[in-house]
């Protein structure tokens, strides 16, 4: 009789046991977890806004990752596709106002390095952040709002580091509004601004740090060589250099741009009756270079670049590398 109880309580036990790891497997799912690059952020099931509840503050997913783009780690500038990952709307995401230092939205992104205020409908009695080594939050005097015999108090950010912030904004009379901050820190990759085969380039080609931000004004300093769009992206009219500044509010990102476009050494070359290569320069990958003639029947080209004459005349002759296209003049003279 004891042998027999024994078996019955190890049988249940066991069955114990299974249902509590189904549980937990079935708990796991409702919790998707999305990589932003610099952080991560944990969705709850349900949460349409794709960032951490704002109730659950917890410090693993807070932190920065420091993961380096040069050394091959996640450059920051995309969400992790990863199994049981989840990707999260940017779209639920505000971007922080281009003009002005005033958050509205409950969930915003901004850039490290900068200040920012958030001014409720009620009178601010105190600020909390749940993590100050990422944003320092304190109560301040909002003057747009005060006036004589009536100080209006606002809660005011200065962003450190990055990192998905709750901040916590309660009045004296219990009113309570929480705001979820997403803090990113764009930077110039070493190096990337040095544009060759491309005549363009997006935002995520030179910037690391980043997953939602994106500029709210940018600057070229010579647009006639290089000239930069509202969203980021950079496009090469010539060679040569120019400064490029990406304004994410107050905070100035810039870069050096050097275009080293593909192009011909010689502009105009004459052969006569032997093949001549046509040498580029300014050209990542020689052998990916794509060659034609304008003129077969006065000049054709081969795959590694030489020119062979065919009759007396002259030819446009073009070499492709990446999305920039290079001339150069061939003209056939004293073949017989």
């Not at 040569?240 to 050096?256: A, H, M, P, Q």
């Not at 304008?294 to 070499?319: F, L, Q």
Request: with cysteine; hydrophobic share 30%; charged share 30%.
């Amino acid at each position: 009789m004891k042998r027999y109880l024994k078996k019955r309580i190890a049988g249940m036990l066991i069955l114990a046991i299974l249902a509590s790891m189904s549980g937990t497997a079935v708990m796991a799912e409702t919790y998707p977890t999305a990589d932003l690059g610099t952080f991560r952020v944990t969705a709850k099931s349900g949460d349409s806004g794709g960032g951490r509840d704002p109730g659950n503050n917890d410090p693993e997913n807070d932190h920065p990752k420091n993961e380096d783009p040069e050394n091959g780690s996640s450059s920051g500038n995309r969400p992790g596709n990863g199994e049981n990952e989840s990707n999260v709307s940017g779209d639920m995401i505000a971007q922080a106002p281009a003009t002005g230092d005033l958050i509205t939205e409950k969930r915003t992104v901004v850039a490290t390095k900068t200040k920012w205020r958030i001014s409720p409908s009620f009178n601010v009695a105190r600020v909390s952040s749940s993590d100050k080594r990422a944003i320092k939050a304190s109560k301040k005097k909002d003057k747009s709002r005060s006036s004589k015999g009536n100080k209006w108090y606002c809660g005011y950010l200065a962003v450190k580091k990055p990192g998905t912030v709750t901040i916590t904004l309660e009045g004296s009379n219990g009113e309570k509004e929480e705001y979820l901050i997403y803090a990113e820190d764009p930077k110039v990759k070493k190096n990337a601004l040095v544009i060759n085969d491309m005549k363009t380039v997006s935002m995520d080609t030179y910037l690391s740090g980043i997953t939602y931000l994106k500029p709210g004004r940018v600057e070229s300093k010579k647009p006639d060589i290089a000239s930069v769009s509202e969203d980021g992206s950079i496009s090469v009219k010539a060679n040569g250099k120019s400064r490029v500044t990406l304004f994410f509010g107050k905070r100035k990102v810039k870069g050096n741009v050097k275009a080293k476009l593909p192009a011909f050494k010689k502009k105009k070359v004459i052969i006569k009756d032997k093949p001549v290569m046509l040498q580029m320069k300014n050209v990542s990958n020689n052998s990916a270079v794509q060659y034609r003639s304008s003129d077969i029947s006065v000049v054709k080209m081969n795959k590694d670049g030489y020119a062979a004459p065919v009759a007396n005349g002259t030819a446009t002759v073009y070499g492709k590398s990446g999305n920039v296209t290079a001339e150069c003049e061939v003209t056939v003279k004293g073949l017989k």
